[in-house]
Each structure stands twice: as C-alpha cells, then as structure tokens.
C-alpha cells in the first residue's frame, strides 16, 4: 500500500520529498480509493528517522526516495558551514549573527556560497530549530556557548564597534547604506568577510527608541548616522557651501562631479553628482521642503505652486457633508470620502479631503480663498492651540532624557514609554520640528517652542 502510495505521489509531484504533515485527500481520485486519507507524511517520517520498512531499502532506493529529509539536509550544511569557518577562522571564534558565507571564496565549498551561516547556528543554538540533530552539530563543537547572546543589539554593537571605524577609514564618513556587505578585501577583517553590515545598521536606525540612551551616544562617537536621508541633504549643504567658497558664486554646471582627490572638498563629498542635484532643486521642486536653506545660501530656486486636485466649490461642499456628519472640521490627515458615502456630493466621493485639508493649513493651499472657509465657520488655526502645547511638552521632555546640544532629527517619534508623558506617545516630534523650523509652522507659538529648549539656529543635517 505505502509504495503504491509513493508512486502515486510521485507521479503527480515528480517528487518524494513528503511533508511531514502531508495526508492523502479523501476526495483525490488519482489515489486508490483505499489509499485515501492515508498519514502519508508520518509514514515518510518514520521511514526517515526511524528505519520503518528497513527491509525494503533497496526498493526505496530505486524509486529515489530520499532517506535524507530538508531539515537534516540543513542541518548537515550548518554542520559543514561551521567546521569550515573554525578551520579558517579557529575553533574559539564567534560566528557573527548576520554572518553569510561569502561567494568566491574556495575556503567553503560551493554549495554553501551565500548561505546565512550565522542565522542558522544562532536558530539551532539557543532558539532549538532542528533539536533533533544536536548529535550532527556536536561533532563540529557546535554548543550554546559559541553565541554568548546576552540581550537585543548584542549582536548589532559588536558589529558597530569593530567594523564602522574601518568603514570611516576607508569611506571618509559613517553612512552605511542598508545593502552594504563586508567585502572580501584585506582592507576587512578576515572573520567578518560577508558580514551584512548594512543591514545590522538598519535594524538599529529602526530601533533607535528601544536602545539605551548611553547607547546611542556611544553609537555617535562611532560614527553612526541614524538619517541617510539627512545626512545626504547635509552633503548637498556643504557641497553647495565649498563651490561657493572656491568658485565666489553658485552657478553650478549641471553636468559637475566633485572630483576624487581633490583635498579642497571634504573626503566624503568625493564623487557626490553636485551639479544634476542643484539642478533638480531649482528647476523640478527637489528637496522643496528645504528650499529656504538653499536660497540663504544663493540659489535662485523656481516657485512650485501646489495645484488643487479639485475645484475650491466641491471641497466646500465636501466639508460642509463631513461638518454635518462629525459635528466639526477637525478632519484626520488620512480621512478620504466613502465612495458609496451618498451624503457627499457624487463628485466629491473617493475625495482625499484629509490630505487637501492639511495642504490649506500647512502649504497654503486655496490661501485666497480663507475668507469664505472662515465665512462657513472653519477655522484653519482652529486647533494649532493644542498641538502647540503637546509639541512644547515633548520638546521638554525630550531634552530630559538627551543632552541639551542632542539634535531633533527628522524621524524622530516619541517612544511610548517613561519619561514621556502619555500624551506625546507616538508624536512624530522630528518632522513636527523641521516643519517649525523650516516651513513656517505654528509661527506664531515660537517664543513658546523656544522657551521649552528648541534652538531655532540649529541644522540637524548633518546625520
């Protein structure tokens, strides 16, 4: 019956590599009708692991049965993985958390090129992935010992510490990019080869709120830069600023490269295509959040008007349908008509009116026309009051935890937890703040955001 059954399988699947889980359907009619609702998968299983059918083995054998399952084929590639590593590495050296064995490289064999060996080893040490096959792993040494994980960002700090220097040494700034893997050069330690180190700076970027305040000030002296976006602005900034100071003006061709090796521009800004950035910000709207940066330090930056998705009358009449339903017109950013919503104008349904009412208070949007929103009763200042003074509440806090010169950058959001007071949990304090500084928001609250630490002078550009 079972071998009928195999065959059968096989037919269908071009394979015998059963899951475990596997169980004949009931209502297959390619299987015997005595066959059906077989435990297909507990019989491979056992067949396996436990010699069920142990006369039978050539007969297997000759249909191709595979003796050998995933799981213990995974387990003898980390058995091979790791005694490779030790022979190039040493027996007593740590396998990284994120180590993957890298490609070309005749120290492993091909097979395992590209395979995540530390991931792996860190699954079957201390999390039991595979307990089953502990035997295998001890033949090469392979204990709980050899990962002495103590807690979140073991792994990531002791990456930092040793490879960012080196990535400083040879790059001239801290900026790792997410795809960044440790090559296999001589300028690298050996044992880290491969290592992702891109990556393990990103999982800490996304958990900065979680790491100890100590911690990321160690971080920073390392070099960490917890913003590339900002951080590239930052370029751009004394990229613009160095021209200016050679060349006495910002006509800046768009064609222009700063020039590797020229020791008149900072080392990081080698390479860096100044010319088609400029030119974009000028003439496309790039990076318009920042236009008044810019234009302090001499360009002459074309205006971008902010079109209206739709005509003024049809949002007045989308607020009034919104004002009757909620009994006000504090609308959330994300609120976006019902299209089957017959309340609203048929026109109006599927209106982003969330999105179109934070452009009237942030960008100016229909600025000649707040007469008549005053004339229905909306106010757009209505509830800056508020907003204001949780803002002032997390600026103050936020200089309790940091040190006073710690700047706000962008993407920056309150952690939800002590010494935060409730009421700023989740606040996206970073870009509240750029918007402030930078966009002429809630201006009139500046003596107040001033008075609660907020340094109106400061550039947080630069990470």
Known sequence: MVKQALETYQAINDSLDVAAAYVIDRGDTAYAE??????????????????????????????????????????ERIREGVRCYRRLFGDDKWIPFLYV???????????????PLGQKVDNACKRGFLHRYLPLFKEVGLESSLLPY????????????TLLPVFRQLHGHGCV????????????????????LGRVISILRKSQHWIPVKDQLWLEKQGMVWSPRYFWIGQVHRGITTFKSIHNNVAIPKSFVIPHGDKGWDRDLWGLRLGSTVYDIRHNGHLWEHRREFVALGLEIEEVALKPSHPFELVCEALKAYKAQCGTFKIHRTFVVDVEDTAYPKAARGMQLGKIVHNMRVEALYADRRNELKAMGMSLSEFDEPTAERICDAIRSFYQVYPPNKPIYLHFIVPKRAPFPKNVWGLALGEKVFRIRNNSYLAQYRDRFEAAGLCFDAQDTSS
């Open 34 to 75: 005595n066959l059906r609702g077989m435990s297909l998968g507990y019989v491979v299983t056992r067949i396996r692991e436990q010699a069920l059918f142990a006369e039978h083995v050539k007969e297997l054998e000759a249909m191709g049965f595979p003796f050998k399952g995933k799981y213990q084929l995974e387990a």
């Open 101 to 115: 064995i890298p490609k070309d490289t005749e120290a492993f064999p091909r097979d395992l090129w590209g395979f």
């Open 150 to 161: 103590e807690g979140p960002f073991v792994h990531e700090m002791n990456a930092v510490s």
């Open 177 to 196: 990019l997410k795809d960044f893997n440790v090559p296999v050069t001589e300028d690298w330690p050996k044992e880290w080869h491969g290592y992702r």
